[in-house]
């Protein structure tokens, strides 16, 4: 039985709520995923509060199964991208079905990987499939996956709200990372997020979001 305390809350007025309502909505909308990274340098301490901010995601029974690795180091980053990119190649090659060709030709992606090697920063998201109690047997973790894609969702956000970029990068399968990052067999990467500046000739798709009315129903 864990103990309780009270809530600290302050309610806010409705003009004050529907104001940061509209203003959280219209930021978060600002948000683009871009590919071209500016290979200027981003403090530790931005990528530490970023990480802080993730770290305070809900998860399942509070387990916080969650490892943020987060690399700088050059030649950490250049063998990351060698590794992702060789996958990437089969992947493109001939992992790719026509369907999830023709869904990707949008975004111009392909297994060049450079904004694994132009962020200062590569954020790799580990989640932790189950914990390891004391003496070392398995502790079951409940809704890894939905635990670590809310973690990732408020990592994403603070990258957006320092005035920084990210991409979420998938490499399949990313069993390389458990490898280069020396991570534990609980450990399964889940998503590779290279933060940095955007490139000053940076591109994004020209892409619209789907409308209020194609998101939401309401009863
Ligand atoms: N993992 C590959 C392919 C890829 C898949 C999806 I779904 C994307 O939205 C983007 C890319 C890659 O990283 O290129």
């Known amino acids: 039985m864990s103990a309780f305390i009270p809530l600290s809350h302050q309610r806010l007025s409705p003009t004050e709520s529907a104001r940061r309502a509209a203003e959280f909505a219209e930021h978060l909308d600002a948000r683009r995923t871009t590919r071209h990274f500016a290979t200027d340098a981003v403090p530790r301490e931005w990528i530490e509060l970023a990480i802080r901010a993730a770290g305070t995601a809900p998860s399942g029974a509070h387990q916080q199964p969650w490892t943020f690795v987060a690399v700088s180091n050059p030649d950490l980053k250049q063998r990351m991208r060698d590794a992702a990119e060789e996958e990437e190649r089969r992947f493109y090659a001939d992992r790719i079905t026509p369907e999830w060709r023709a869904a990707l030709e949008p975004l111009g992606t392909d297994a060049v990987k ?23 047997s398995r502790q079951t973790f409940y809704y890894t996956q939905e635990s670590c894609g809310i973690a990732a969702g408020f990592f994403i956000a603070a990258v957006h709200t320092m005035g920084l970029v990210t991409l979420t990068h998938t490499p399949s399968p990313m069993g390389f990372l458990s490898d280069l990052l020396e991570r534990p067999a609980n450990e399964k990467a889940f998503l590779v997020m290279p933060v940095g500046y955007p490139a000053a000739n940076a591109q994004v798709p020209a892409l619209t979001r789907k409308s209020l009315a194609d998101i939401a129903v309401f009863r």
């Open 114 to 136: 450079t904004h694994l090697t132009d962020a200062p920063w590569v954020v790799v998201l580990f989640r932790q499939s189950y914990g390891l109690h004391a003496d070392g």
